[in-house]
């Protein structure tokens, strides 16, 4: 009952827990323990819920059939702009800890939990999901477990950092523009951000209310399916939310690549790539016979319709805050949001109307094929604090520029699996694309690669 489950999988801990192998109570014990001892250096958590981890595993280890939970015994995490009952819901910020703690959990949560998993947490995060890097000024940047120097990705770090450290084998994070599959890229994890709509965002700080996402992080794409299967089913809380019934990928994963077509994206999607993403995605490739490339029209422009609406909604979302409490904000989320708010009209409008028309330039795509490779991240991940890199022989800032292949993709909602490839010395993911609501091709083709051993969650040599 004492056997170290730091490095086992979701999958793995719910069977040992349900067979009785394993106790619920020793798994989050032994998560704790870890939290404490590496916490210290990953600086992925904010707050640890012990006393209601310990409770929750007791009723567990008590209940009479732990096979009806697919996720018995495991513990999770989650990104602070979760609401978590009794805790206040910061979304990385300074302003936010003024409020009244939340007083119940977000749906997420509570889905998750009752399939039989374990909040432990919540997790650092860049302020109001506005970063790609991981580095709050506030608690201060959450690190890569595979080099403490180095960025962890945001603006769902803690996500990444907690998950590719051991600390969890399940977080969840969100994404707007790319903050699950970046920090999944720069440590070297499993993320899946799903169709636009197909998971609810109640109970959750928004962002850009047309852009957002949540979604799981894990250490193996069967992980993956099994949290995103807990935590499908419609939600009138969330208008976005669809009403479609839960589809279980699950019971799906065996089939693999059989009767997938997949291409590689390019031309934009390869242009400024370093040369260990575009190594990632021809490994990848070559592994499914993937030899077709294609070119996705106009996603350039689409970067640049992203940052519009995401600058436009985010501004007059915080507009208040801004007024009253400038000082309190991180000085480069303040700006980009000042600079948003004062985006003309007209240019937004632009931006929706080549937003649809975008859309329709894209989805036919998947007439032809199931699924499109493209790197998730521009290279792997920089050293804390590193401001420039050299894109296509361009000096370019770091913080937006990391995200140049995931904004294209999040602006009309696809659903993508980031798989990483566990390179020397640091690992780099690759974006697995499928049409809406076909997150089943995505993480079959996910679960197909981590068989092959081309897709891998590497262990990182941090000690306690």
């Not at 374990?118 to 506030?138: C, K, P, R, S």
């Not at 602006?411 to 993508?416: E, K």
Request: glycine share 10%; hydrophobic share 45%; charged share 20%.
């Amino acid at each position: 009952m004492a056997r170290d489950t730091g490095w086992s999988t979701a999958a793995e801990i719910a069977e040992g827990v349900s067979s009785g192998a394993l106790s619920a109570a020793s798994v989050i014990d032994a998560a704790l323990a870890r939290i404490e001892a590496l916490n210290p250096k990953l600086n992925a958590f904010t707050a640890v819920r012990a006393d209601r981890a310990r409770a929750r595993a007791r009723a567990i280890d008590a209940a009479g059939d732990r096979r009806q939970m697919p996720l018995a015994g495991v513990p999770f995490a989650v990104k602070n702009l979760f609401d978590i009952d009794g805790v206040v819901t910061v979304a990385g910020s300074k302003i936010n800890r003024s409020h009244p703690p939340a007083a119940r959990d977000a749906p997420l949560i509570a889905r998750l939990e009752a399939a039989g998993a374990v909040l432990v947490g919540a997790l650092n995060m860049g302020e109001y999901a506005y970063d790609f890097t991981g580095e709050n000024v506030h608690e201060g940047p959450s690190r890569n477990p595979h080099d403490l120097n180095r960025m962890s990705g945001g603006s769902s770090g803690g996500s990444g950092s907690a998950v590719g450290g051991g600390l969890v084998p399940l977080a969840l994070g969100s994404d707007t523009n790319g903050s699950i599959r970046v920090p999944s890229s720069f440590c070297g994890i499993f993320g899946l951000k799903p169709t636009y709509g197909r998971l609810t965002r109640a109970g959750t700080f928004p962002f850009v209310a047309s852009l957002d996402h949540l979604g799981p992080f894990a250490r193996s794409a069967r992980d993956l399916a099994l949290s995103y299967d807990a935590m499908q089913g419609p939600d009138a809380a969330d208008p976005a939310c669809t009403d479609r019934a839960p589809e279980p990928v699950t019971p799906l994963l065996g089939r693999g690549q059989d009767g997938l077509r997949v291409a590689v994206a390019g031309g934009y999607f390869r242009k400024g790539a370093f040369p260990e993403a575009l190594e990632a995605v021809a490994g990848v490739a070559r592994a499914l016979n993937a030899s077709d490339e294609i070119d996705i029209p106009e996603a350039a422009r689409a970067r640049a319709a992203a940052y519009v609406i995401t600058a436009t909604e985010g501004a007059a979302l915080h507009l208040d805050r801004l007024r009253s409490q400038a000082r309190d904000f991180d000085p480069a989320v303040r700006d980009r949001l000042i600079a948003g708010a004062m985006v003309p009209a007209a240019l937004v409008a632009k931006a929706q109307i080549f937003r649809r028309w975008y859309r329709t330039q894209v989805l036919p795509l998947f007439d032809r094929y199931d699924a499109i490779l493209a790197p998730a991240t521009p290279c792997t991940a920089p050293e804390i604090g590193q401001q420039t890199f050299v894109l296509d022989g361009v000096e370019m800032p770091v913080r937006p520029n990391v995200g140049i292949y995931t904004q294209p993709i999040s602006f009309v909602g696809l659903p993508v699996a980031a798989v990483p490839v566990p390179l020397t010395p640091l690992p780099v993911a690759v974006q697995v694309i499928a049409a809406p609501w076909r997150e089943d091709v995505a993480l079959r083709i996910a679960h197909a690669l981590e068989q092959m051993g081309v897709a891998a969650a590497p262990r990182p040599a941090l000690a306690a």
